[in-house]
């Protein structure tokens, strides 16, 4: 496969271990959600820590203001904080206003923008069109998301990846996966990039097992732990 496996999460110990011992990683993201659950209170410093250590891989960090002015500001202050840094741009506030105007402002003066919680292939036409075809950016399209809504994601996907073609700096990444075969589904799609948790990436070893041993395997782990746990009937 040649999609790249992007960790996502707010686990500093996680995020190190896999820089350091995982070369599957060849990125990193995350955003307010996942690092309010994970109990950072102070934004800029946990990222600058986690900066310090990894430096020579992508990461991507969120703006969190919902005025379009002042999250343009935010966004020239997060770029500042590393050259492999990409600023992540949410594709409109909470009310519905596009953020085109300030992504195309951000893209063209240089900063590597990751524009987020992109559902539909419009909201993917207005984002490409935006983009300076000179500067790196990725579009992060949330086809876990969409599959939750009933919606197959793999034409979403592929439409995006063609219409992204016209940037060639521009990367497509399927965000919010929900199970290893994902990623092979983002790779058929001609993705560059797809978000992984721990978890998946632990499932992605069994790739290529055999079935059968598969089956074996599960059944064994069932077995001892029920004999593990002294269940009787």
Same mark, same amino acid.
């Given at each position: 496969?040649?999609?790249?496996? &992007?960790?996502?999460?707010?686990?500093?110990?996680?995020?190190?271990?896999?820089?350091?011992?995982?070369?599957?990683?060849?990125?990193?993201? @995350?955003?307010? @959600?996942?690092?309010?659950?994970?109990?950072?209170?102070?934004?800029?410093?946990?990222?600058?820590?986690?900066?310090?250590?990894?430096?020579?891989?992508?990461?991507?960090?969120?703006? &969190?203001?919902?005025?379009?002015?002042?999250?343009?500001?935010?966004?020239?202050?997060?770029?500042?904080?590393?050259?492999?840094?990409?600023?992540?741009?949410?594709?409109?506030? +909470?009310?519905? !206003?596009?953020?085109?105007?300030?992504?195309?402002?951000?893209?063209?003066? /240089?900063?590597?923008?990751?524009?987020?919680?992109?559902? +539909?292939?419009? !909201?993917?036409?207005?984002?490409?069109?935006?983009?300076?075809?000179?500067?790196?950016?990725?579009?992060?399209? &949330? /086809? /876990?998301?969409?599959?939750?809504?009933?919606?197959?994601?793999?034409?979403?996907?592929?439409?995006?990846?063609?219409?992204?073609?016209?940037?060639?700096?521009?990367?497509?990444?399927?965000?919010?996966?929900?199970?290893?075969?994902?990623?092979?589904?983002?790779?058929?799609? /001609?993705?560059?990039?797809?978000?992984?948790? !721990?978890?998946?990436?632990?499932?992605?070893?069994?790739?290529?097992?055999?079935? +059968? !041993? &598969?089956?074996?395997? +599960?059944?064994?782990?069932?077995?001892?732990?029920?004999?593990?746990?002294?269940?009787?009937?």
């Amino acid at each position: 496969m040649s999609v790249k496996y &992007f960790l996502d999460g707010a686990n500093y110990e996680q995020m190190v271990d896999c820089y350091k011992n995982n070369p599957k990683v060849k990125g990193f993201t @995350t955003n307010p @959600t996942l690092m309010r659950a994970a109990g950072i209170s102070n934004y800029e410093e946990f990222a600058k820590k986690v900066l310090a250590t990894i430096s020579d891989l992508p990461i991507s960090f969120e703006v &969190f203001s919902d005025d379009l002015n002042e999250m343009e500001v935010q966004a020239e202050k997060i770029a500042t904080w590393g050259n492999n840094v990409n600023v992540k741009i949410p594709v409109t506030n +909470t009310k519905g !206003q596009s953020t085109a105007p300030i992504i195309q402002r951000l893209s063209n003066k /240089g900063i590597s923008l990751n524009v987020t919680a992109i559902f +539909t292939v419009e !909201q993917v036409k207005h984002v490409v069109e935006a983009l300076a075809k000179d500067t790196p950016s990725i579009i992060s399209i &949330f /086809g /876990g998301r969409i599959a939750n809504a009933g919606v197959d994601p793999m034409p979403i996907m592929k439409e995006s990846v063609a219409i992204a073609k016209v940037n060639p700096k521009c990367e497509v990444l399927w965000a919010s996966p929900r199970e290893a075969f994902n990623c092979i589904q983002a790779d058929e799609c /001609g993705c560059h990039i797809i978000t992984i948790t !721990q978890d998946i990436l632990k499932a992605t070893s069994s790739f290529g097992k055999d079935l +059968t !041993q &598969f089956s074996l395997e +599960t059944v064994q782990m069932f077995y001892n732990d029920a004999q593990k746990a002294g269940f009787s009937l």
